[in-house]
């Protein structure tokens, strides 16, 4: 069978459908790239299925993928995301771990992955240690994510200083943020010193400009 795209040219235009929110389109590229035997079309179905809130099909789609490709992160760090969505903490912790253990997958980012569900969980001094190693084991996560994702686990055990200059340095990190994620940051860094505001301080006046300034972002 010919096929007149290529994969890259297939996988580029479900990127777009996605982003475009033309779910069906890209599960219908997701199909022609599972035709040509490519393993992206399993990551494309489970991602349009997702955003098509269907989730348990979604993760359906990737434990099938899994099955042909055991060995491919990409897909562990989607059913990780999923299933700790869904509130499926144990279930996600497996499958993060299962990524982290591909050859070639990121290890920071899937330490950050695995604070944020033990951050879920309550279990806010092991979501430190994760974050520690991801410090330790930095690639591509933006050191300010890592200290906005510190400084929540440090308010949350009430470690309020800590907490403070964990902020400071994500604030001062976000130069070498992606201009496109960085209101984002800038809305977490002042939701987290409004949080402080109001669970160590009590001031419930200042606590609101900060929210209404994370909201602005």
């Not at 050859?103 to 695995?114: R, T």
């Not at 033990?118 to 300010?144: C, D, F, K, N, S």
């Not at 949080?195 to 994370?214: G, P, S, V």
Request: aromatic share 8%.
């Amino acid at each position: 069978m010919l096929f007149r795209k290529s994969p890259e040219q297939l996988i580029e235009e479900a990127e777009q459908a996605l982003a475009e929110r033309e779910f069906e389109k890209a599960r219908r590229i997701a199909a022609q790239l599972l035709r040509m035997q490519h393993t992206a079309g399993f990551e494309y179905e489970a991602r349009a299925l997702w955003e098509s809130r269907r989730p348990n099909d979604a993760i359906a789609a990737l434990k099938r993928g899994l099955e042909v490709a055991p060995e491919l992160w990409i897909l562990w760090e989607y059913l990780g995301h999923y299933l700790s969505d869904m509130g499926r903490h144990g279930e996600a912790l497996e499958a993060f771990r299962r990524g982290m253990a591909c050859a070639g997958a990121p290890q920071d980012s899937f330490l950050c992955n695995l604070a944020v569900v033990y951050q879920r969980m309550g279990e806010h001094e092991t979501a430190l240690q994760m974050l520690q190693q991801a410090e330790t084991a930095r690639h591509r996560v933006p050191v300010a994510y890592l200290e906005l994702a510190r400084a929540y686990s440090l308010i949350q055990l009430r470690r309020f200083e800590e907490a403070e200059r964990a902020l400071n340095r994500a604030d001062r990190a976000t130069e070498a943020i992606d201009p496109e994620q960085l209101p984002t940051m800038q809305a977490m860094l002042e939701a987290y010193r409004g949080l402080i505001a109001w669970r160590r301080d009590a001031n419930l006046a200042r606590a609101k400009q900060y929210a209404e300034q994370a909201l602005r972002y």
